[in-house]
């Protein structure tokens, strides 16, 4: 299959060279930081809880541990998963293997599908090693892991959401930096129209927050898989493939 | 194999390819021979599908580059010019590579890896990353991965360039044992690497086709007549008027002579040998014969010819890009 040598060649690149290592190197490094510092300060406040019970009605670890956590990783992965993505075709169009690549027995939607499945395996990966958080927290006290679940599937989505920009916007551009910023800049976008909403008159205040990239998340990370935020990531992720699609064909038959 | 009709590229203002129509048979190795910015890339470019045509057809094995671009892609083999490959890959597993994308199958993948790094002669490098090698080795990576999945028809842009003399002997004897079972089209400007590796050959200049056939064609279609070169001691009186005299002789020119002796160029037409004539005639004289040989018109005489009438004839013309 097609898509299949793409996706291998992919991976080969990805963990062939330095770039995969340096942004899951960076990932830990400023996630462990949020989960340490979010961490302690539940410890410390459940410690005071402990002295006054009446603070303690709402304490449960998940709602204050793994919620802020996940939509920190949100918003840290917004500004990561470019690096991943920027040079899937930007790369391609400058060196010219691209030529090659299309010259070979495989439709453009299979190599776009070799090259996205690359960038969410690589994520997806990412997001293995980030399961040592839930796992410290299980360790020093009882954790429930059904919203934990969710709460990663709602990762998976969203960055599968930026990931799927990100690829869109490289398809555009042979310049590896414009595919960065690209991406990053659009992604970016979507995550402050979501501030607007505050002062925003009704119908758009719903409006600004429904397009809000990182909102979406909240409702996974709480245990809540809502069809509306399913539906939004998936459809995000099949318009920028679509447009991805469409942008190669185009190279088919524009003169 | 291989009918292009009418074909013209036009990349905005500029025409890279006008009107181009030519056909390679099955098993034929053609020369695609032109001036830098001819249009000899573009043509491949849109025979291996990358990129459509302004206008007219291009079919390769009976299939439309454009409408049936997925069948065209199986059954070719692409080098592109200066062979852009993954440079962060090494040899084996880039071929690997592509030998799984072309659909060969896993079992005979591995055999037909090592045998394309065999007859390419990168065999010894391929645990090198491709952007550790010398160009020579590059060029000839790519022409590994145009062979692989053994498909019908080869495109090869320029697949000779960076190579050294040995290697170029090596990878024109790899490509002249291809002629048969493939069809080669390879673009080139080095003249005589044509009359030594392809069947026929097609001159382009300025997007235009200007001269094909094979390389004997060309010469008797560009150069009418024969031509040999005579050379003789001894001689007195008005050698040239004698010469000229001879049945069959259509002109005669004194050439720089050294040593005291005459020599002359003698034009007569092709097909009529007057040689035997000549030498009566000088012996008859009482001259003596020092030298006569055939003038053979080679194919850089043709091109030069060709491509040099056409930049005479219209100065202004646009170039097209490469």
Known sequence: ?255 | MIQVERLTKRYGPVTAIEDVSFSVGKGQIVGFLGPNGAGKSTTMKILSCFMPASSGTARVGGFDVFSQSLEVRRRIGYLPENAPLYTDLPVAAYLDFVAEIKGVSRGARRGRVADVMDRCFVTEMQHRMIGKLSKGYRQRVGLAQALLGDPEVLILDEPTIGLDPKQIAEIRALIRSLAGQHTVILSTHILPEVSMVCDGVIIINRGRIVAQGTESQLVAQVFPSARIELRVTGASGDVAGALRAVPGVQGVQPLPSRDGSAAFLVESPRGRDVSGDLVRLVTSRGWALTELRQVGMSLEDVFLRVVAGEESQEPSAPMGAA
Not at chain 1, 24 to 37: E, N, P, Q, R
Not at chain 1, 77 to 101: C, N, Q, V, W, Y
């Open chain 1, 1 to 255: 299959m097609g898509w299949w040598a793409v996706f291998k060649k992919e991976m080969r690149l990805y963990f062939g060279s330095p770039m995969a290592y340096v942004v899951f190197t960076f990932f830990l490094v400023i996630s462990g930081w949020f989960f340490s510092a979010i961490f302690l300060n539940y410890s410390d406040f459940s410690m005071r809880a402990f002295m006054q019970p009446q603070f303690s009605q709402n304490l449960n670890v998940v709602d204050n541990v793994m919620r802020p956590l996940f939509s920190n990783m949100a918003v840290v992965l917004l500004f990561f998963m470019p690096m991943l993505t920027m040079r899937l075709f930007a790369e391609e169009k400058r060196s010219g293997t691209i030529e090659l690549l299309l010259s070979y027995p495989v439709r453009d939607g299979e190599v776009l599908l070799g090259k996205f499945l690359a960038a969410e395996a690589l994520f997806a990966v990412l997001l293995v090693l980030t399961l040592v958080y839930p796992a410290l927290v299980a360790f020093f006290t009882p954790i429930e892991w059904g919203p934990i679940l969710t709460g990663y599937l709602g990762l998976l989505l969203a960055g599968g959401t930026f990931l799927a920009v990100g690829v869109l916007i490289s398809s555009l551009t042979e310049n590896q930096i414009v595919a960065g910023f690209g991406s990053f800049g659009v992604l970016l976008a979507f995550w402050v129209v979501g501030w607007g909403a505050e002062f925003a008159a009704p119908p758009w205040r719903g409006v600004l927050q429904y397009l809000s990239i990182t909102d979406h998340m909240d409702g996974f990370s709480r245990g809540v898989v809502d069809t509306k935020d399913v539906v939004y990531y998936v459809s995000a992720i099949a318009l920028a493939l679509f447009l991805t699609l469409r942008s190669l064909e185009s190279k088919r038959w524009r003169g």
